[in-house]
Structure formats: C-alpha cells, structure tokens
C-alpha cells in the first residue's frame, strides 16, 4: 500500500529528478471519484530541494475538469517522456495540490517551451508546431504539486508498467 502522508515519501534519485526536469513531453492524468478520466499536457516541471514533491505547470482555462477532479480526491498521474528516445517514467500522488503560479513558475514556463521546441526541432516538428502546442497566456498558468507515491516504467516494450524504487534511476531508452 502507497504511503499517504508527504512525510513518508522518499526522495527521489537525483538521475530520476533530473530526467523529468530536462524539458521532456508531460501529461497529467486524473479521474473524478466515478471513474472518468481527463488528461493535460504539463508546461514545465521542478522538483523541491528535498526531491519529495514535483510540481507541475497547467493552463487553468485547458484543465477545468482535471483540476476539479484533483480538488475532489487530489489522486494524479504524471507521465514524462523523452521525445528523441521513448523513455518513459509515470509517477503517481494520492495528495496533489492546486496553487497559484509564480512569477518563477512562469519563468520555468518559458524555459520548458524553449527546450522542448528545441528537442522537437531536432526531430524536424517545425518549432512553431511545438510553440503552439505548448503555448498559453502567463497569467493563466497554475500549478499542481504532489508527493510520489509510486513510479513505474513507462517506455515501450517489455519493460512497460513494472514498478520502480522511487528513489531509483531514470528509464533506459
């Protein structure tokens, strides 16, 4: 059974820190308490000093229902894959938070569209693509924040699904 307080998450392995913080491609999943789901792209991802929660950027005005459904049961799933590789990591919360952006959250904003257009790029998206699927107004950016309870490997192949150490390393491609 995952633990529920934020206090008994371990940390996450620096590597593990460090690969969903290098710009990858994000999504937020969540249900409502009977089942239905919703998923969002995340706009930008950090970790806290004690790399027991991660907080990621949303546009308020394209996640209406994830964010009530957060507000209902506050369970989330975030998915981080790499776009040149495949690897893939799911990292999942049962305490997540909604919270106003910061103006450093907003600067992580513009660094995360900045990097991923520049992945994509190199693997010939046209960086307009890549701006306009990641694009939003500042002022309507809103972060969620949750403690991992539980990782799993998420890149295709025989790997997929298997449970990970929290404090374990990234996925392999």
Request: glycine letters at 4%; a neutral charge.
């Amino acid at each position: 059974m995952p633990p529920t307080a934020r206090s008994a998450c371990p940390p996450l392995d620096v590597a593990l820190v460090d690969f969903i913080t290098a710009g990858q491609s994000m999504h937020i999943a969540a249900a409502t308490d009977p089942g239905q789901p919703t998923v969002v792209r995340a706009l930008g991802c950090r970790v806290n000093r004690a790399r027991t929660r991660v907080t990621l950027l949303v546009p308020r005005s394209q996640s209406a229902a994830l964010l009530s459904a957060i507000d209902s049961n506050r369970r989330i799933a975030a998915v981080f894959s790499q776009p040149d590789t495949n690897a893939s990591i799911q990292l999942k919360g049962n305490d997540a938070q909604v919270i106003p952006a910061t103006d450093r959250d907003r600067a992580l904003f513009t660094d995360y569209v900045n990097l991923i257009s520049e992945r994509l790029l190199a693997l010939h998206i046209p960086e307009l693509f890549a701006r306009s699927l990641c694009s939003a107004a500042p002022e309507d950016l809103v972060t969620i924040a949750f403690s991992p309870v539980a990782a799993y490997q998420q890149t295709p192949g025989d790997s997929a699904g298997v449970s990970l150490a929290l404090g374990g390393s990234p996925p392999s491609p």
